[in-house]
């Protein structure tokens, strides 16, 4: 018997409205609708996180909403479409944060596993001047050195990163 962690929410086509049926294809377990033979690859979403100094301190925004609200993560998100990832990277940690940064360099790309379908591409913006404003999807905005990073960190990737980043300075 088969099981999937990662099951996808989607039970009819997106092109015709059949069913959508579970069946091997190509060696690995595949939902496909044999009316019109679409095919869901349940390919993983491009995701964003930065790592952005500020004072010799990191920029952490507090979730506002599912999953973990009122944890705190790196700014971070989706990239859009026709969105390249370093633009997205740039343009989330604006919204999430007020601040206009550059990238200075990825640090990383990674797969948190556990069901959770996507692929997280780590930046580090050089280090950002402004005014703190929390927007967008981001309840709170602020800065924490080391001794004072909050115990509740929503992303266990984040929190390596998080971690690495004051290590190494990375």
Same mark, same amino acid.
């Given at each position: 018997?088969?099981?999937?962690?990662?099951?996808?929410?989607?039970? #009819?086509?997106?092109?015709?409205?059949? %069913?959508?049926?579970?069946?091997?294809?190509? %060696?690995?377990?595949?939902?496909?609708?044999?009316?019109?033979?679409?095919?869901?690859?349940?390919?993983?979403?491009?995701?964003?996180?930065?790592?952005?100094?500020?004072?010799?301190?990191? !920029?952490? !925004? &507090?979730?506002?909403?599912?999953?973990?609200?009122?944890?705190?993560?790196?700014? %971070?998100?989706?990239?859009?479409?026709?969105?390249?990832?370093?633009? #997205?990277?740039?343009?989330?940690?604006?919204?999430?944060? %007020?601040? &206009?940064?550059?990238?200075?360099?990825?640090?990383?790309? #990674?797969?948190?596993?556990?069901?959770?379908?996507?692929?997280?591409?780590?930046?580090?913006?050089?280090?950002?001047?402004?005014?703190?404003?929390?927007?967008?999807?981001? #309840?709170?905005?602020?800065?924490?050195?080391?001794?004072?990073?909050?115990?509740? !960190?929503?992303?266990?990737?984040?929190?390596?990163?998080?971690? &690495?980043?004051?290590?190494?300075?990375?």
């Amino acid at each position: 018997m088969f099981s999937r962690v990662n099951t996808p929410a989607i039970k #009819s086509c997106p092109l015709c409205a059949q %069913g959508l049926q579970t069946t091997l294809l190509n %060696g690995r377990i595949r939902l496909v609708c044999f009316a019109c033979e679409f095919v869901h690859w349940d390919n993983p979403l491009p995701v964003t996180a930065t790592i952005v100094p500020k004072e010799n301190k990191i !920029v952490l !925004v &507090k979730r506002k909403y599912p999953p973990f609200i009122d944890d705190w993560c790196l700014p %971070g998100g989706f990239i859009e479409a026709h969105e390249t990832p370093e633009d #997205s990277a740039i343009r989330e940690v604006e919204e999430e944060t %007020g601040l &206009k940064i550059e990238i200075e360099r990825i640090l990383e790309a #990674s797969a948190p596993g556990k069901g959770i379908n996507v692929i997280i591409i780590f930046y580090l913006a050089k280090p950002a001047n402004g005014s703190l404003v929390a927007g967008d999807d981001a #309840s709170e905005v602020a800065c924490f050195s080391q001794a004072k990073l909050p115990t509740n !960190v929503a992303f266990p990737l984040h929190k390596q990163m998080i971690d &690495k980043w004051f290590a190494d300075k990375l």
